[in-house]
């Protein structure tokens, strides 16, 4: 599947007794966030307990009784892999709980979190060198150190204690037996929603994945803000410092499902705009409009609206692929089918919503040629992504990325085998979002928070 995506996804639910049930569901509303591995760490009022594995969220839990688990609130997750992961990180990913569970001496904690600390590599060499033991590579994980260590006295405080050591893009949901807490990082760089579900509280990444298990009364969380509920109902409280917003420009382009909400806008809305706007930089003499199925539609739409062209679906999903890993071994063939009775002896338009390393971009484009297309014209609805996400978002490495070395749309078309190439300005992305704050440092901008290089983190047999 051409394009970036993100690492992971979150939701929970607290206050009904079939919150177990409630959060599966809503992880498959999420499941295009990350498809590697699904869990649940689900709360009776007194234990918490889980169920892991690697897959889909329908292969994790297939078989599953999960009333056995009698919850009254339950957090689950779904990861992917970093497309930068080597073997090593993938077995320490594989062999971590997600959401990961630890005690301490007055309860159990399971916390979920998608996103990255930009301070970790640091935060864990002064850990290590305390004498904590670490069992994975997981962001969760290390949030759970700083919360033991912390003097203050009840959970909530030392959650906060922690959140103030840490920097970078992140949500966090925390559980323990009988208070869930949910919070947003001040720069809100992915949305974080909350919603009443019955007489139950539920927090999901995206609004999608609420509005599927039948939520009411919306409300996305604002950057620094933290959702407590317990058994006096939800709280909400701002215990962290304002800082500049930094909205991810591409959770609206590409991450999010087209039905998502997010930063105050509809999904779907600004990608018929990006499309729209390309189509009126970057024009093209052709015969009809193709959007890769998924994200890229509303984008294709948008454009063939404004160039006046017929959108076609003349490009589907076949049904044995998978929609969330794409192509198996980049084998776009065996993913995407053409409709020869569209594309033959047409000159082609096709719409992506993003462009990664261009491996399936090219093999797409090569498809259509061998289906009859007599042109095939690339536009891709985001500017030119130059380098690879620090903050939880796979993408392939900076060497990878088809636009690192340059932007040139001649250039860009040669590499990719198509006719002609261009991608959105990254001016009239600005324009469409809006004055509001966005990150766009994978688009040539600057990065919000500086990261540091995984090399200053110190093993845990290394010498000082």
Not at 13 to 21: K, N
Not at 49 to 76: E, N, P, W
Not at 244 to 254: G, N, T
Request: charged fraction near 20%; charge should be negative; include cysteine.
């Amino acid at each position: 599947m051409e394009g970036l995506r993100d690492e992971s996804g979150v939701v929970a639910i607290a206050g009904s007794l079939q919150a177990a049930q409630l959060t599966v569901l809503g992880l498959r509303a999420l499941q295009h966030r990350g498809a590697r591995g699904a869990g649940i760490a689900a709360s009776d009022g007194h234990l918490l307990r889980s169920v892991q594995g690697l897959g889909r969220v329908t292969d994790v839990f297939a078989g599953r009784d999960l009333a056995v688990l009698r919850a009254v609130a339950a957090v689950g997750q779904v990861w992917g892999r970093g497309e930068r992961a080597d073997e090593a990180e993938l077995e320490a990913q594989t062999s971590a709980n997600h959401p990961f569970m630890a005690r301490f001496k007055d309860g159990q904690v399971a916390v979920a979190m998608n996103g990255r600390f930009a301070n970790a590599a640091s935060l864990r060499r002064e850990l290590k060198a305390l004498g904590a033991l670490f069992s994975s590579t997981s962001d969760g994980e290390l949030l759970l150190h700083l919360m033991a260590r912390s003097a203050q006295t009840t959970t909530v405080n030392r959650l906060v204690d922690a959140l103030w050591k840490v920097d970078g893009a992140f949500n966090v949901v925390l559980m323990t037996e009988d208070r869930l807490i949910a919070v947003r990082d001040p720069r809100g760089f992915r949305p974080l929603w909350a919603a009443q579900i019955g007489g139950a509280v539920g927090v999901a990444t995206e609004d999608t994945a609420l509005r599927l298990v039948g939520a009411s009364d919306l409300r996305e969380l604002e950057p620094g803000e933290m959702l407590i509920v317990d058994d006096t109902g939800p709280t909400i409280v701002r215990p962290l410092k304002r800082r500049p917003h930094a909205f991810c420009a591409l959770e609206v382009s590409s991450t999010a499902a087209r039905e998502a909400s997010a930063f105050g806008h509809a999904v779907y809305r600004q990608r018929v705009e990006f499309g729209r706007k390309l189509a009126m930089e970057s024009p093209v003499d052709a015969d009809l409009v193709l959007g890769l199925p998924g994200s890229s539609v509303p984008a294709a739409l948008g454009f063939a609206r404004a160039a006046s062209l017929p959108f076609e679906a003349g490009l589907h999903r076949a049904p044995w692929a998978s929609p969330i890993v794409g192509a198996p071994s980049g084998e776009a063939e065996l993913v995407w089918r053409p409709v020869p009775d569209v594309v033959e002896g047409k000159r082609v338009v096709l719409v992506l919503s993003v462009l990664g390393d261009g491996h399936d971009a090219r093999r797409l484009v090569q498809l259509l040629r061998n289906t009859g297309a007599l042109e095939v014209h690339l536009r891709v609805a985001t500017p030119a992504v130059v380098a690879s996400c620090p903050y939880g978002t796979a993408s392939p490495t900076k060497e990878e990325l088809v636009a690192s070395q340059g932007t040139d749309a001649a250039a860009l078309a040669e590499a990719l085998g198509a006719d002609s190439a261009a991608c959105l300005t990254r001016d009239a992305l600005q324009a469409i979002l809006g004055e509001s704050g966005h990150c766009m440092g994978c688009l040539g901008g600057a990065w919000p928070v500086p990261v540091e290089s995984p090399e200053d983190q110190l093993g845990l047999f290394d010498a000082e």
